[in-house]
């Protein structure tokens, strides 16, 4: 067990549709990722927070957002759902390189998205 | 731009046989270079950093090592529990945040 929560685990939804996926990060951690993984595509990297501001950005759609909240968790909004958003989307968290930590994102379950 | 490629795409060994994975990479500076396991329907596992040339880590029958333009990952005597897929990746000094760009990934299957 990671220590990363993510909710649901599994989604299935019709196309123009919106999900919200969730994200609780390790206890402590203050950085947030969030990654899809397709079959075709791998693991690809879409956006990080950290303590509740965006950092850094990846190959994320202009339909889909996230947020990462007071509480540290985070949330990943995709909108205007296409078949090919259909995927496994990863939580990551990390703490902060230095002070005995390595850099290494610990990664939840993960939610399967199915876009019918 | 990062890129990390792993080699090859899918491995089939018996048990016992030992062999390596291979990832080339290529990072406008490298922080760090992680090796993760990652079984069906599940979320990558973290299992080694390395972070310069030379540089060597071990957990059981897993073996990391790295150079400046790849790293091996070797497997000795393989168990059937051992069968998942193995993903590297590199962190970059360049990038603002601290993510990870991964390869494809080795998909391993150790036979009984």
């Known amino acids: 067990d990671s220590g990363v929560t993510q909710t649901p685990k599994h989604l299935i939804t019709a196309t123009g549709q919106r999900v919200t996926l969730r994200c609780s990060p390790r206890s402590g951690d203050l950085s947030v990722y969030w990654y899809q993984q397709s079959l075709d595509q791998g693991l690809q990297f879409l956006i990080q927070?950290?303590?509740?501001?965006?950092?850094a950005k990846g190959n994320i759609l202009e339909r889909f957002s996230a947020q990462q909240f007071p509480d540290l968790h985070s949330e990943l909004n995709l909108s205007s759902l296409e078949l090919g958003d259909s995927a496994l989307y990863f939580c990551?968290?990390?703490?902060?390189?230095?002070?005995?930590?390595?850099?290494?994102?610990?990664f939840g379950e993960g939610s399967r998205l199915t876009v019918l | 731009e990062d890129q990390v490629t792993q080699s090859p795409e899918a491995l089939r060994l018996q048990e016992g046989e030992s062999s390596s994975l291979n990832c080339s990479y290529t990072v406008s500076g490298l922080r760090g270079l992680f090796w993760y396991r990652q079984d069906p329907g599940k979320g990558p596992e973290f299992l080694f950093t390395?972070?310069?040339a030379g540089e060597e880590k071990e957990k059981e029958r897993l073996k990391a090592t790295l150079t400046k333009k790849e790293s091996f990952l070797h497997i000795t005597a393989p168990k059937p529990e051992d069968s998942a897929t193995y993903l590297c990746?590199?962190?970059?000094?360049?990038?603002?945040?601290?993510?990870?760009?991964f390869g494809g990934g080795t998909r391993l299957m150790v036979k009984p």
């Open positions: 390395l972070y310069s």
């Open positions: 990551a968290s990390s703490a902060r390189p230095g002070q005995g930590h390595t850099g290494e994102l610990f």
């Open positions: 990746a590199v962190q970059s000094l360049q990038n603002a945040g601290n993510m990870l760009t």
């Open positions: 927070y950290y303590n509740g501001e965006e950092r």
